[in-house]
């Protein structure tokens, strides 16, 4: 089955520690992206990706990263440098970049502060 | 930034009820998607409204592009349990390169 694996499913920081979220694709999709979910709100852009080696920061960049080095691969870093990670991260992707285009998520990772 | 505001925030109905949701911008919009999003799910993508005035059938779920196409709107007929979740309206961003989610409408449906 083609689709979006996201992992892991719950991921736990402590304070001043950088994690990654995983999030591969098998839908031989060019264009990627990261959200962040807050609880009551919509989603948020963090980062999001045209084509391999290439990505634009989206909304709420500010203390993550992330690397395009694979087509099937586009994993995010939270740092320590965001304050507040506790939230819902979503990977999604779409056949290109684009306006028309409709995008397909993963499961989500729930990240917790410890 | 580009934003969108969707009213209402929240919405519960009684099974067989109809709802609507509504997707605003102040700007002219080239055109929008909407999403489902079960409770603990991810979104789940529904349509694409792209002409003035579009109008489009799934079921018992009717989508409109307003004739400015600056709004949206989602109504459910006779609503159900399973209706239940989040619904986005997404437009693209100003560049046409990545999606503007609004802040949802959460339906919630007593049987």
């Known amino acids: 089955d083609g689709g979006i694996t996201q992992s892991p499913k719950y991921l736990f920081r402590k304070e001043g520690q950088n994690v990654t979220l995983s999030c591969e694709q098998n839908?031989?999709?060019?264009?990627m992206y990261w959200y962040r979910q807050d609880p009551g709100q919509g989603l948020r852009l963090i980062y999001y990706s045209q084509i391999v080696n290439d990505f634009q920061k989206g909304d709420i960049a500010e203390g993550y990263s992330v690397s395009r080095e694979k087509k099937e691969s586009f994993p995010l870093t939270v740092t320590s440098a965001q304050k507040n990670p506790t939230a819902f991260y979503l990977c999604a992707s779409s056949i290109e970049a684009g306006e028309n285009q409709p995008q397909h998520f993963g499961d989500g990772t729930r990240l917790s502060i410890l | 930034g580009q934003q969108v505001m969707q009213i209402p925030q929240y919405q519960h109905v009684q099974e067989g009820e109809d709802f609507t949701t509504y997707c605003n911008s102040s700007?002219?919009?080239?055109?929008i998607q909407w999403y489902k999003q079960r409770p603990g799910g991810h979104p789940v993508f529904l349509i694409q409204?792209?002409?003035?005035?579009e109008v489009k059938k799934q079921k018992r779920l009717t989508f409109q592009f307003g004739e400015a196409k600056k709004n949206s709107s989602l109504h459910i007929t006779a609503t159900q349990t399973t209706d239940v979740g989040t619904y986005f309206c997404a437009p693209a961003n100003q560049a046409g390169t990545a999606l503007i989610f609004g802040k949802g409408t959460t339906l919630s449906v007593s049987s």
């Open positions: 839908l031989n999709h060019d264009a």
């Open positions: 409204l792209v002409k003035s005035g």
């Open positions: 700007t002219t919009l080239s055109n």
